[in-house]
């Protein structure tokens, strides 16, 4: 990771994980994450219905996104910064913006939370900091319990 390119994507993500939670910020977010293949091809309805629940979160280095065995909790997207995938003790990957990691939290969703799915790695945070756009298990569930149709 090159040390400007760092300094600069850290400046980034302060500024944004610092804006408002406002209507004009959401439908920034709906916009960068319409970018991505998972949310691209959700339902125009189905993925309205998530972005409220969709929350942000600023990790610093060497903090941790995701604990291998731990829970997993919900669904991260990292939009600034990079994170190394481990397993073991052995490095598998460097991740960066637009990467899905977590997306077991997302599979069974009746489960009950100590039935729920598990993280296969962890996910290390590698730069100054990593800005994540999340979707927590919680809230999902809650949300599909509510109208069951969404999880068909």
Known sequence: VDVYQDQHDALHVWAYAM???DEASRRELASWLDKIPFFRKMDAFVF???LPIIQKRAFKKGERL???GGPSEALHVIYAGYADV???NTKFAT???EAILGE???A???ASYSDGPTCSASVIVKTTVCVTIVLPRAALAE???KDAWLYR
Do not use: A
Request: proline residues 4%.
């Open 95 to 97: 991740v960066g913006p």
């Open 48 to 50: 309205e219905r998530i």
């Open 143 to 145: 949300m599909v319990t």
């Open 104 to 106: 077991r939290s997302v």
């Open 108 to 110: 069974n969703l009746g």
């Open 19 to 21: 804006q408002e939670d």
């Open 66 to 68: 995701l604990e291998e």
């Open 86 to 88: 481990v397993c073991g």
